[in-house]
């Protein structure tokens, strides 16, 4: 089984760009999030969903946008990227109890 | 708001030595989780703990969790360099559907 499936692993972009991460998996679960973290740091909520078309706000959830139009898929939008979003971002699942992580995408914003 | 705290944030110890890192959490939740990390990878799951008194090892490494006292406890018995990592222990937030993140332990074993 692949799990959760991240893509790309590294990306750089200019300030004001845009782009999408990707995130998909295939074990059926419900629950589906997006984490940043930051050099040093814990994991931050960005959002989560509980389903598909169901999406919601977490803890750090400014300058990215989600959407979840099927159960296996769960993008992460950036618009107009600002440095502060130089992170890695870790994408997530879940059906019960504790998490299935995705390998992560180091994103560098210049 | 769901409150994780963890402490030490930085442990160096020795080959052979024993210690214990903390997880304190602010709210009530039945749930709680501890994570490895190697540099530059994701993060592997090591223990879920469900309820009051739960108690997980695995080799040299085991968690505990008095839900009373909203505490955690992932102690090491004989530390090899193997454990060298960081260490997030995460707490499952009642009031949304998400789960929240210690800052994290940061793990050296040295010869």
């Known amino acids: 089984n692949a799990g959760v499936t991240q893509t790309p692993k590294f990306r750089i972009l200019k300030i004001g760009q845009s782009m999408t991460l990707q995130c998909a998996q295939d074990m059926n679960h419900n629950y589906m999030y997006w984490y940043r973290q930051d050099p040093g740091m814990g994991l931050k909520l960005i959002y989560y969903?509980?389903?598909?078309?169901?999406?919601d706000k977490g803890e750090v959830p400014n300058g990215y946008n989600v959407s979840r139009s099927t159960t296996e898929d769960f993008p992460l939008r950036l618009e107009l990227a600002a440095p502060s979003q130089t992170s890695v971002y870790f994408c997530?699942?879940?059906?019960?109890?504790?998490?299935?992580f995705g390998s992560g995408t180091r994103l560098t914003v210049v | 708001e769901l409150k994780v705290e963890q402490n030490p944030l930085f442990l160096s110890m020795q080959e052979g030595k024993n210690y214990t890192i903390y997880c304190n959490y602010s709210?009530?939740?039945?749930?709680l989780y501890w994570y490895r990390q190697d540099p530059g990878k994701s993060l592997e799951s090591l223990f879920v703990?469900?309820?009051?008194?739960a108690v997980k090892q695995e080799g040299r490494l085991m968690a505990s969790l008095d839900t009373k006292a909203r505490l955690s406890t992932l102690h090491i018995t004989a530390a090899v360099h193997d454990l060298s990592a960081t260490y997030f222990c995460?707490?499952?937030?009642?009031?949304?559907?998400?789960?929240?993140f210690g800052a994290g332990t940061r793990l050296t074993v040295k010869p």
């Open positions: 995460a707490v499952d937030s009642q009031e949304n559907n998400d789960m929240r």
């Open positions: 703990l469900l309820s009051n008194g």
């Open positions: 969903s509980v389903g598909a078309g169901i999406t």
């Open positions: 709210t009530t939740s039945d749930r």
């Open positions: 997530a699942s879940s059906q019960g109890y504790g998490y299935t």
